[in-house]
T-cell receptor, first 112, second 115 residues
Framework: AQSVTQLDSHVSVSEGTPVLLRCNYS??????LFWYVQHPNKGLQLLLK??????LVKGINGFEAEFKKSETSFHLTKPSAHMSDAAEYFC??????????FGKGTMLLVSP | DAGVIQSPRHEVTEMGQEVTLRCKPI?????LFWYRQTMMRGLELLIY????????DSGMPEDRFSAKMPNASFSTLKIQPSEPRDSAVYFC?????????????FGAGSRLTVL
């Protein structure tokens, strides 16, 4: 069995300040973990993925995430938010070749 | 590649009518997924196909929903009869086999409104 919990439904930041979107997962096997982003009225786009290589994963648009097995976490960070980062972000877990389990999403709001 | 292509982008229909949503996956991708997104329930997997064969349809809400994949380049999701509670955005996604098997590429979605 697998599950994912996104700890915040909304996160608000000011442009230029750091972003932290929190995600905890549960998995019976070594998981693959992903972050997807969805801009308004668009489909989901892959930001980054972790598949048991380096624990710090770099993605597109300056985002990165760190896999912490001891904490069963996979938090998404960015040093400096940009207005174009405003979107909904989904943390996703998969074990082996099972289907993906999506979190409920975190809406990131960026103010000028 | 044009990505995953879905049609129609928007559909407004009346309760009781048949709705057909269409999807063209990325060429060479062997797995295809249908998801439904609502505010209340988030993203739900409805069904997925591997090599055109339905593997898991446990997420299909009820018999009013059906999905087909007659060939590697086309899939449909049909709702008959439609109900207001079916209003949602329906996404199609595809993925390759092999090491990238779990990386999904999503289409832009079909927004369905049932009056």
């Amino acid at each position: 069995a697998q599950s994912v919990t996104q700890l915040d439904s909304h996160v608000s930041v000011s442009e230029g300040t750091p972003v932290l979107l929190r995600c905890n997962y549960s998995s019976s096997y070594s998981p693959s973990l992903f972050w997807y982003v969805q801009h308004p009225n668009k489909g989901l786009q892959l930001l980054l993925k972790y598949t048991s290589a380096a624990t710090l994963v770099k993605g597109i648009n300056g985002f990165e995430a760190e896999f912490k097995k001891s904490e069963t976490s996979f938090h998404l960070t960015k040093p400096s938010a940009h207005m174009s980062d405003a979107a909904e972000y989904f943390c996703v877990v998969s074990s082996g070749y099972s289907t993906l389990t999506f979190g409920k999403g975190t809406m990131l709001l960026v103010s000028p | 590649d044009a990505g995953v292509i879905q049609s129609p982008r928007h559909e407004v229909t009346e309760m009781g009518q048949e709705v057909t949503l269409r999807c063209k996956p990325i060429s060479g991708h062997n797995s295809l997924f249908w998801y439904r997104q609502t505010m209340m329930r988030g993203l739900e997997l409805l069904i997925y196909f591997n090599n055109n064969v339905p593997i898991d349809d446990s997420g299909m809400p009820e018999d009013r929903f059906s999905a087909k994949m007659p060939n590697a380049s086309f899939s449909t999701l049909k709702i008959q009869p439609s109900e207001p509670r079916d209003s949602a955005v329906y996404f199609c996604a595809s993925s390759p086999t092999g090491s990238g098997a779990n990386v999904l590429t999503f289409g832009a979605g079909s927004r369905l409104t049932v009056l």
